[in-house]
């Protein structure tokens, strides 16, 4: 069974052309009473007119479908079992041109075998030169869904902002900025194209981010398995937990507060790599950049930069077994230290003797300091 309804555009006044593609009839078109011209929202001076309202009932654990192109999404949780979506034009000015470019967008939304959609579909061509240029508003499409929902969502243009969502969440973005509270779900993935990512909380089985020119940063992270890549952005990340971290980035620094993993592997090109407090291996090697870590306590590790500076730290009465070779070496005299000490290079056991720290910089230095 299968009911969609298809929005064709607003001409003089407003309407609805509903398209049924199956035999029964699950949801009815409502008209939407078109606010007064360049109405003023609550907030201040933006124009408010709302294209499209309509309700759904769904079950918890059902998926939401989103492809669109030069549109803003807001989730935000519902009660019940229910769903929401409304369409809005939104700016400082609703103009005829505006009315248009929805019109050109020819959005369909409606819902079939346990998905609920929302899809653009564009008629036509649009000329950004001719009438683009007019346009003083934007499109927004508010989406209310039951916290435990999956969703699959491809935005060619536009921000995504998601209160929380408990469920498998894909998320292919070409330009635009995510913005999210809470999400979690067996599996957690995003493609960024161009644009930031910026949440609070992330809880996954397995979470999957890669972005190209962007910047993500969040609060926390607790996962079996992280895998996150940015090609030209900054990775911000207060808090992680997790079995196994990879983490490359090209073009950009990682910075991380207190990072718990069995394996933290990273790699950067052109990046500083700054861990205030680990806990686990790591395996890092920075190309162009330096390395700054903090042991909580002895683990050993595989460190390597090759126009870097390595520079560790670690309680006094940790106890390693070290092998670093660098432009200079030094440690700590708090350390007990039985080996061999030259200027580059430096092979022994600190406090006895324990797992290995191995470091090496090409053109740099190595240092290992107590906390």
Known sequence: MHSALRIAGIGAGAFLLLVITGTTLLNHAEFVSRTAPNSLDPIGDRAEEEM???TFSVQPGEQLVVDVIHSDIHIEESKGGEARIRITLEGKEINDSARDFFKYLNFEVGQTDGKLFVHTDPEGNWSWRRKGWRMRAGVHVYISVPE?????????????DIHALKGVLDVDLAHGDIDA??????????DIAHGDVQTDQLGSERIRLALQHGDLSTYRIDATD?????????????????????????????AMNRVAAGEIDVETAHGDVDIHEMDGYPRME????????RFLQATG???SARHGDIDLSAPAHTALDVDFNASD???????????MRKEKEMQGRVNGGGPELYARAS???VALRTR
């Open 226 to 254: 992280v895998e996150l890549s940015t090609a030209h952005g900054d990775l911000d990340i207060d808090y992680a937990t997790a079995k196994t971290i990879r983490i490359r980035a090209t073009h950009g620094d990682l």
């Open 329 to 339: 070496v030094s440690m700590d005299h708090a350390f007990q230290f039985e080996g």
């Open 52 to 54: 499209f309202n309509e």
């Open 286 to 293: 920075a190309r162009h950049g330096d390395i700054s870590l």
């Open 181 to 190: 509270g809470s999400l979690s779900g067996a599996s957690l993935s995003m």
């Open 363 to 365: 053109h740099g230095d």
């Open 301 to 303: 590790g595989k460190f």
């Open 148 to 160: 435990m929902f999956d969703a699959k969502m491809d935005v060619a243009h536009g921000d995504v």
